[in-house]
């Protein structure tokens, strides 16, 4: 390993021993501890299940669900865990249960949930782990669309998408981020924003042109086998071209990495229209939707107002973000994503101690869901209370193991204590886990100045 320059590393290491850990310092320990999760690959070709053609895939069916169990709970976590709404998650996969049952792979291990992020987008995991945002959730309309939304998704774990578009460079880039902000001032407004986006949904689905055509045709055919109107899949690309034109940025697009088009909304209608139009006089079961999403739309105003937060967050206007999620938390006091969202703003104004009080009250809210502890600890460290901090970090490496970003600070909250051995025993876990990066360098650093690595 080539030796890495002191200055930085020695710098923070004594810092930290004396507990003078500054906001730089933390946000610093974020960006290098933010690593990536990778897994194997297997090159070859099979049998589209969807049109019997041979297809060249990049990673086998066994694979595919071991992506979903490894990394989805991580993508997951980064966009705040399933809503704490037993009644939506529960429709949500009633729905998409109904559609995967008419699929062409119906014995794939499907999941879904709502997620308490507040973009608007929806995407899958190789396997079938399904997460759809409540930002796009309260968008919709009745329940084709909800159908259309689901069956797209089914489509591309049909059609083998994933494992056809990338294989092994798709698996060794499915990150399994930390909170994903950078070691800069200058670069936090940018990254924060965007950090529960740049998962899955952005290196999972990044579908080419022809993918997300099939997708189309493939999830309008489910939508008809279901029992709903074509017309389903032409209303949900409306929705969505016309909002996409209305609100262009990253945080109000639906699919970032799914491009929306006039010509795919065209060819929606187009469909509907011919093959697909006795189905027109099919309910579109917008009185069932409405009551099965109704708490979730009540609290409309508070994710709409945490979109703006967001997106003045990405613009660095923080005392802008701040009034956004302070209106959000006005209209829902009981948000985990509103008050998780402040934690961050406030993180990012160098305000640690008043960010930890939201930190604290998103963990009271939902206590299962992992993010909010690992950034308690955080905080924690730029605090100077290292044991508080590996206190956050241990519960969340209970709840989402396999974080090895959360390995490496645990290790640095354990050093904070003087409790060497136990930091060296960390660091050593965490240099075995072959990770690349600052992280990696600052744990061999310690160990080579505590003459445990040569």
Known sequence: MKDTPPS????????????????RDALWLLGVSSVGLATGSLQGCAQSPVTGETIVVGMSEAQERQVDAQVAPHQFSQDLGAVQDEAANRYVSEVGRRLQALSHRPDMPYSYRVLNANHVNAYTFPGGAMGVTRGILTDLNNEAELAALLGHEIAHVNARHAAQRQGQTLLAQAAVIGLNVATQDSQWGQLVGLGSQIGASALLSGYSRDHEREADAL????????????????????????????SPSLLATMFSSHPMSSERRATAEQLAS????ASSKAPAQRERFMDRTASLRRIKPAIEACQQGETDMAAQRYAQAQTA??????????DYAGHFRMAQC????????????????AQA????????????????????N?????????????????????????????????QRTAAAEHYNRYLRLN???EATQFAANRLKTWGLLR
């Open 386 to 418: 290292p044991s508080a901090a590996f206190e956050s970090l241990d519960r969340f490496d209970r709840q989402l193991p396999g974080d090895p970003g959360v390995l490496f600070l645990k290790g640095v909250s354990l050093e904070g204590m003087g």
């Open 435 to 437: 990770q690349p990066g």
């Open 365 to 384: 809210l939902y206590p299962q869901e992992a993010q909010a502890h690992k950034l308690g600890g955080v905080l924690a460290l730029s605090l100077r």
């Open 219 to 246: 999830g309008q055919e489910y939508l008809v086998r279901a029992g709903y109107p074509a017309q389903g899949m032409t209303a949900l690309h409306q929705l969505l071209v016309a909002q996409e034109k209305e």
């Open 325 to 334: 999620f302070t209106q959000a938390l006005k209209h829902h006091n009981r």
């Open 346 to 361: 406030l993180q990012a104004q160098n305000k640690p101690r008043e960010a930890l009080r939201y930190a604290e009250q």
């Open 8 to 23: 930085r590393f020695d710098a923070f290491a004594r810092r930290l021993q004396t507990q003078r850990i500054g906001r």
């Open 274 to 277: 011919t093959r697909y139009a």
